[in-house]
């Protein structure tokens, strides 16, 4: 057992430096494409888990016109004062608006200094008794004198989501195309291999090789080239997760605060990586095989 799996060790460090180009072309094809999905993944956890938290927080922000009069804000402080679906309210005036704005812009003074207090209009953050009673609330406060809009989360966080899903399907569908490619690298260089060693091949079948035995160092071969794509794919999601998620959204006045990457996230990703590189390296053995190899 021990010299057979010498044997095809051997054959497979042999066959990988016989197509040295192929190998490496191979290799960096499949790393390219599976970075960009192991990517695509945490895009798509690090949005999840922002929308699940800011959902759950459910508030409401009823915005005053720039020019509300005082009489019409305080008809609308009224109104929510006798809601029975409103829990609580927090009014914002001109000033705390203005803190709120320098708060989210603090990484844009040019921004900032072109705005004053009086730029921005008034408003009340509501939260609801339960989070069902949104639309209603909703409905009721946005028709009252005064009131510019009465925005949700959900409509808050469109936008976001929007462009995260078009990202993400953008990533997904140049993985994809990679991926391909990089299946065809692999089938073509196995069939370069076994092309190279036909004569031996047809040998080892005249003295009873089975064909698994003439099949597993090509396997492996394809199979290394998996692995070590995924290695390096797995090495730049490692590094999106704590050199990129971690540090670009850990400010805590940033308004990304509540999203982020789980360490369990980046596992969940870095191990379905390496089992794509897997199954593409020996998808592309198995195909490139079948040429010289039939049952």
Excluded: C
Excluded at 235 to 260: A, E
């Amino acid at each position: 057992m021990l010299a057979r799996v010498r044997y095809f060790a051997r054959e497979t460090v042999i066959s990988l430096r016989r197509n040295l180009m192929m190998t490496i072309a191979g290799v960096l094809t499949v790393s390219v494409s599976l970075a960009l999905f192991g990517g695509s993944l945490l895009l798509t956890r690090w949005a999840n888990h922002g929308t699940q938290q800011i959902k759950g927080d459910v508030k409401l922000e009823a915005f005053m016109n720039v020019r509300a009069t005082d009489q019409q804000i305080d008809d609308v402080q009224a109104a929510l004062e006798s809601d029975p679906d409103v829990k609580s309210f927090r009014f914002l005036d001109k000033d705390a608006a203005f803190e709120e704005f320098k708060r989210i812009f603090q990484d844009q003074p040019d921004l900032i200094e072109n705005i004053n207090p009086q730029s921005l209009p008034t408003s009340f953050r509501i939260v609801p008794d339960q989070a069902e009673l949104v639309p209603a609330i909703q409905r009721r406060f946005e028709v009252l004198s005064g009131v510019d809009e009465v925005v949700t989360p959900e409509e808050a966080l469109d936008g976001l989501l929007d462009v995260t899903s078009k990202v993400q399907i953008g990533l997904i569908g140049l993985s994809l195309v990679l991926l391909i490619s990089s299946l065809f690298l692999i089938v073509n260089t196995i069939r370069l291999a076994t092309f190279a060693r036909r004569r031996e091949i047809e040998v080892m079948k005249l003295v009873g090789a089975s064909n698994w035995f003439v099949r597993v160092p090509f396997l492996a071969e394809g199979l290394t080239q998996g692995l070590a794509g995924a290695g390096v794919a797995v090495s730049v999601v490692i590094g999106l997760k704590y050199f990129g998620f971690d540090n670009w959204f850990t400010n805590p006045h940033s308004v990304f605060i509540q999203f982020r990457v789980s360490t369990g996230d980046a596992l969940w990703v870095t191990v379905f990586v390496v089992l794509a590189g897997m199954v593409i390296g020996l998808l592309g053995s198995g195909i490139g095989l079948r040429r010289f190899l039939r049952v």
